[in-house]
């Protein structure tokens, strides 16, 4: 008993550990991010930063405006959410509770290739095939737009919605649905008032996790939005928070370097309030 006690100690020991440099990882992230970035916002102004329209890094009388960024994050990732959620959803109904097995199989492996294929590969595909092809379809002068990106946000978040959301599905114990059937439903309707509510908390951290990768996501969006500052509107160039910081990094300096920093703690913000609202609603639902 004494060796089994020492070993679930220590055991618990290596957790606590591990558990502990996250966080410290986490904080130190945050700390970094916070101290490289408050002095840019402090030197250009809260409103004139966060609110400003214009952003001229590199002329004579640079402007640090990061409301198109910002804007065109929330449009962009609003977008692929929109389209991405609800095809991720319906497809993970159909492989977890009406697909056969066989068929099912080959879509699992299907889906975690789609999840295991670099951004960069995402970009390339898009630029060489979906920008022209959107230049076209729409007669634009030139495809690379906010809703270029869209599209490939859209396709680079289903597998995450996909597979978390069949997890929790499959999760979902059988008795309910037996229960159903048995009071004389139909099983598509079992499916989406029994199963897809017992399974709601997963779903929505699925649907979290997609956000995260839509916000989060800067090579494959850099290659098809077009990357420049303007204010977003579906078929002109935009430029996201996440492309505005890795296109300038490697060669900025002095203040713009700083308002990079400022960018990325922007970004880190949104995103950690994003998890916070899931957080609370996750919690609010256990407690109903």
Request: glycine share 10%.
């Amino acid at each position: 008993m004494k060796k089994k006690q020492l070993l679930e100690n220590i055991i618990y020991g290596i957790f606590l550990v591990l558990g502990l440099v996250t966080v410290g990882f986490v904080l130190l992230i945050t700390g970094y991010l916070v101290v490289s970035g408050v002095p840019a916002i402090r030197e250009i102004g809260f409103f004139n930063f966060m609110f400003g329209k214009v952003w001229e890094s590199t002329s004579e009388n640079p402007k640090y405006g990061i409301l198109p960024f910002m804007l065109t994050s929330i449009y962009g990732t609003a977008g692929a959410i929109v389209l991405g959620v609800p095809i991720g959803f319906l497809c993970s109904v159909y492989l977890a509770k009406i697909a056969r097995p066989r068929f099912k199989a080959i879509m699992e492996e299907a889906v975690g290739l789609l999840a295991g294929i670099p951004s960069v590969v995402y970009g390339l595909v898009g630029m060489l095939i979906l920008v022209p092809g959107v230049r076209k379809f729409f007669n634009i002068p030139d495809g690379a737009s906010l809703f270029s990106s869209i599209i490939i946000l859209a396709i680079m978040i289903l597998p995450s919605i996909i597979k978390v959301s069949m997890t929790a599905l499959e999760a979902v114990p059988k008795e309910y649905e037996d229960a159903s059937l048995a009071l004389g439903a139909t099983p598509i309707e079992t499916y989406f008032r029994i199963s897809v509510p017992a399974a709601k908390s997963g779903i929505a951290a699925a649907v979290v996790l997609g956000v995260g990768r839509a916000i989060g996501e800067a090579m494959a969006v850099m290659m098809v939005s077009g990357n420049v500052p303007n204010m977003p509107s579906i078929f002109e160039s935009v430029r996201f928070l996440t492309t505005a910081v890795s296109s300038e990094m490697a060669y900025s300096s002095g203040l713009q370097r700083q308002a990079l920093f400022s960018i990325a703690l922007v970004l880190f913000l949104f995103i950690m309030l994003i998890n916070a609202t899931l957080n609370f609603f996750l919690k609010g639902n256990k407690e109903g």
